[in-house]
């Protein structure tokens, strides 16, 4: 930076004391320089733009939650939550955003306080940002156990929906050709474009044509065929096997299934 006592040319941009009329250049000022205002107002743009941010976020959750709690006041602790959790992806980011600038804000006021302002409203909006962003934090942690339930319920949910799609390709197939499938890759006879259809985690299911001894020794008399997913686990004959007998859907199951398997 140049020094207070010097100025700049406006001809060709030199740099000439603050007194000097003329330049080397040959320009000359033919009127002395506007003179230097009597006192700066502090610079606080930083502050003001956290705290404002802030209370946007303060103002937009307020009205968002309040509806939730409205809407479902039975169950509004876990509306709130869970609203909150969906919410902390729009405004985490802008939290720690507004963190930042009341941070910067308080170091600028500190070191040059002549030309910076609003400490005392960065310090503000430093407490009001880190403690939003904790109370988020919290919800968050507190729903993860929820979160890991829902998830498996999801799963569980589109495994079975899989299973379903499935019966409904073998009985296609039953129709057509008077027989079950032995294998599920026969199912591409009805439709060459068929994609082996797996389970929610990714593994195959297990196929099996029930012959007349398993179906014996079945609780309920189930004489056509049987899907298996193996679950989250991935062992088959758990407890958290997803079966599909008859188009009936069983849970857990110790029977090993017979016949052959894809």
């Not at 599920?184 to 082996?196: F, R, S, T």
Request: some cysteine; overall charge positive.
């Amino acid at each position: 930076m140049r020094r207070e006592s010097e100025k700049a040319c406006l001809s060709c941009g030199r740099w000439v004391a603050r007194e000097a009329t003329a330049c080397a250049c040959g320009a000359r000022w033919v009127a002395p320089g506007p003179p230097e205002p009597e006192f700066r107002v502090p610079r606080v743009g930083k502050p003001v733009a956290a705290v404002s941010a802030i209370g946007v976020v303060i103002l937009v959750e307020a009205i968002i939650l309040a509806h939730e709690v409205y809407v479902s006041p039975l169950v509004w602790t876990e509306a709130f939550s869970s609203m909150l959790v969906y919410l902390a992806r729009f405004f985490v980011p802008v939290l720690l955003i507004a963190a930042y600038l009341a941070y910067r804000g308080c170091q600028q006021a500190r070191r040059a306080p002549e030309r910076y302002g609003g400490e005392q409203v960065a310090r503000v909006g430093l407490v009001a940002a880190v403690l939003l962003l904790l109370v988020h934090a919290g919800v968050f942690t507190a729903r993860i156990p929820r979160m890991i339930e829902n998830g498996r319920l999801r799963r569980e949910a589109a495994t079975r929906a899989n299973l379903y799609r499935l019966a409904w390709a073998i009985e296609a197939y039953r129709q057509q050709y008077g027989t079950y499938p032995r294998r599920l890759i026969d199912l591409q006879e009805l439709d060459p474009n068929l994609k082996p259809v797996v389970d929610a985690w990714g593994r195959e299911f297990v196929y099996s044509a029930i012959s007349g001894e398993v179906a014996a020794a079945a609780p309920m008399p189930f004489q056509r065929y049987q899907l298996v997913s193996k679950g989250p686990d991935g062992i088959l004959g758990t407890a958290d096997d997803i079966v599909l007998r008859d188009d009936v859907l069983l849970g857990g199951t110790n029977v090993e299934p017979q016949g052959r398997r894809r």
